[in-house]
């Protein structure tokens, strides 16, 4: 099984800021790689997917990079609301697996 | 776009099952899959598996795949996903999400909460 694991689990950040989350794959995902966002008592919402395509009607700010094992989601900029948890996913291979989370607090 | 409407909130007991139901809307059910993941209170995403209605597919994650039975029907297109011999730590929120034929993930449902609990 593929293990994904997210770095920092945690960082504080100001309005305006650019903040860079780092997801690794255990073993090649190639570009089978999604990001979501989610804030507490809600529903995830897809952020990102094939690792740096944004989902329709998310800010350009939101941005991602990587394939392989190594990716990253950089906000720039960053908002009120960007403040949540973001999540990594590889659906390269099954199980697919969900990294633990990055939570981008103030 | 698929719109995803989840039902509700459940109790159930210990050793019972339970089925929840994930309706789309935004197309037929055969354009997708769908994904079914479950967070347990202040924990992570847990990816539990997918269904693909037009093949009546699924693939399971190892750890609940002797319990978890995911099903399609194409008339009321809807989803849904039972899970059976109920443990306490299956209590958490159980998402739907819906993905193209490719598997670019889509939009989700809104949750359902399942509390198992004696």
């Known amino acids: 099984d593929i293990q994904m694991t997210q770095s920092p689990s945690s960082l504080s950040a100001s309005v305006g800021d650019k903040v860079t989350l780092t997801c690794r794959a255990s073993?090649?995902?190639?570009?089978?790689l999604a990001w979501f966002q989610q804030k507490p008592g809600k529903a995830p919402k897809t952020l990102i997917y094939?690792?740096?395509t944004l989902r329709s009607g998310v800010p350009s700010r939101f941005s991602g990079r990587g394939s392989g094992t190594d990716f990253t989601l950089t906000i720039s900029n960053l908002q009120p609301e960007d403040f949540a948890v973001y999540y990594c996913?590889?659906?390269?291979?099954?199980?697919?697996?969900f990294g633990q989370g990055t939570k981008v607090e103030i | 776009q698929v719109q995803l409407v989840q039902s509700g909130a459940e109790v159930k007991k210990p050793g019972s099952s339970v089925k929840v139901s994930c309706e789309a809307s935004g197309g037929p059910l055969n354009k997708y899959t769908f994904n079914w993941v479950r967070q347990a209170p202040g924990q992570g995403l847990e990816w539990m598996g997918r269904m693909i209605p037009i093949l009546s597919v699924a693939n399971y994650a190892p750890r609940i795949q002797d319990r978890c039975t995911l099903t399609a029907d194409t008339s009321t297109n809807t989803v849904y996903m039972e899970l059976t011999n109920l443990k306490s730590d299956d209590t958490a929120v159980y998402y739907c999400l819906g993905l193209t034929e490719d598997l670019v993930p889509l939009d989700w449902g809104q949750g359902s909460l399942v509390t198992v609990s004696s």
């Open positions: 073993q090649g995902v190639s570009y089978y």
């Open positions: 996913q590889q659906y390269h291979s099954y199980p697919q697996s």
């Open positions: 094939g690792a740096s």
